[in-house]
């Protein structure tokens, strides 16, 4: 994929907090999002609003205290499964109660550390903000209309490529956010500070293992919409 950019910028480093548009090297159109009713991501040859084609350069967001209050909550309502297909006698509920208060309280406190980690990430953006962007850096993609992030799915496959995993707009974000700007071209290096006058590099999912993959354009239009591809993440060495 490519950022665009005048050509008089063209050795002007880009940069944490521009704001740029994605388009396809391959393939004809914008990397676009209507973002406020509906968050999936595709390609777009010819946007309505241009708006929906423009995204932030972020530097990568900590989600751990985000990880660990989903992850407690999670446990939590398989506990509650597990304690409901008990008998319910008056042990069992004065136990459920004591969870109750438990939980209620432990919360709390991953909230408290969520809030934190949020205030943590704003105000490390403000201190990166001005940055200069280089190959192989990992970074986050937010949607300028919608203030949504980039992100892949765990467990959602996309509509068309059903082979490939959907990517999609998220309020918050999460480590499948993570994109590492990886060089199309041999003559580019990891390290290397990369110029706003039109990038030449492919997107990846920066997770490992299964978090992992590379950006990938559907080879056919999302059905009933006219030139428009549908991204999503693949596991092999397809890209955009």
């Known amino acids: 994929m490519g950022g665009d950019a005048a050509d008089d910028q063209s050795n002007v480093p880009l940069r ?7 388009r396809g090297v391959d393939i004809e159109g914008f990397l676009s999002a209507e973002g ?14 241009f708006d929906e084609c423009v995204w932030q350069i972020c530097h990568n967001y900590q989600y751990s205290a985000s990880s660990e209050l989903e992850d407690f909550e999670e446990s939590h309502k398989a506990r509650l499964l ?15 109660a004591a969870s ?12 408290r550390g969520k809030r934190n980690e949020q205030k943590l990430n704003e105000n490390y953006m403000k201190t990166k903000a001005g940055s200069p962007v280089a190959f192989g850096d990992i970074i986050q993609l937010k949607h300028c209309k919608s203030q949504k992030f980039l992100t892949a799915s765990e467990t959602e496959v996309a509509n068309v490529e059903r082979e490939n995993l959907s ?12 994109l590492s700007l990886c060089p199309r071209k041999k003559i580019d290096r990891d390290g290397e500070i990369i110029k706003d006058g039109g990038a030449d590099l492919y997107l990846k999912l920066a997770g490992k293992g299964d978090k992992s993959g ?11 919409t006219a030139a428009k591809e549908e991204i999503g993440r693949a596991s092999c060495r397809e890209r955009v």
């Open 100 to 111: 109750t208060r438990n939980y209620q309280k432990q919360v709390k406190s991953l909230e």
């Open 16 to 22: 944490i907090g521009d704001y740029v548009t994605i």
């Open 214 to 224: 590379n950006v990938h354009v559907s080879e056919t239009n999302v059905p009933n």
């Open 167 to 178: 990517i999609y707009l998220t309020p918050e974000g999460s480590n499948l956010s993570w």
């Open 36 to 49: 406020v009713l509906e968050s999936t991501v595709t390609v777009r040859q010819k946007p309505q609003f």
């Open 82 to 96: 597990a304690e409901n297909a008990d008998d319910d006698d008056d042990e069992t509920r004065h136990e459920a």
